[in-house]
């Protein structure tokens, strides 16, 4: 176990760009949130609203790795999307 409960995990070197992973103590998040690898945060995010979802965090940048929002279905069920883009700044 890591720090403060936080156990990570990593999917490779760190000169490759990748969503690396932890499992965190429950504070506010009762769930797990899956994240899915999309060819774009914005045009994903537009369907999404398209489709009655919800987009809970704006579009978020992850420094040499891509783009990240946290979004909801129409059930309210919350999941991630990702968009890699080692530019990302």
């Known amino acids: ?7 990570a995990g990593h999917p490779g070197p760190d000169s490759e760009p990748a969503m690396n992973s932890a499992i965190m ?3 506010t998040q009762k769930t797990t949130v899956n994240t899915i690898n999309v060819s774009s945060v914005d045009e ?10 919800k987009i809970l965090t704006p ?4 420094p040499r790795v891509g783009y990240f929002s946290y979004c909801a279905d129409t059930e ?3 999941f991630g ?3 890699n ?3 990302a700044s």
């Open 1 to 7: 176990m890591g720090l403060h409960g936080l156990l």
């Open 59 to 62: 579009k978020t940048p992850i």
């Open 85 to 87: 883009d080692p530019k």
């Open 25 to 27: 103590t429950r504070e």
């Open 44 to 53: 994903s995010a537009k369907k999404i609203l398209d489709a009655g979802g």
């Open 81 to 83: 999307i990702m968009e």
């Open 76 to 78: 309210e069920n919350i």
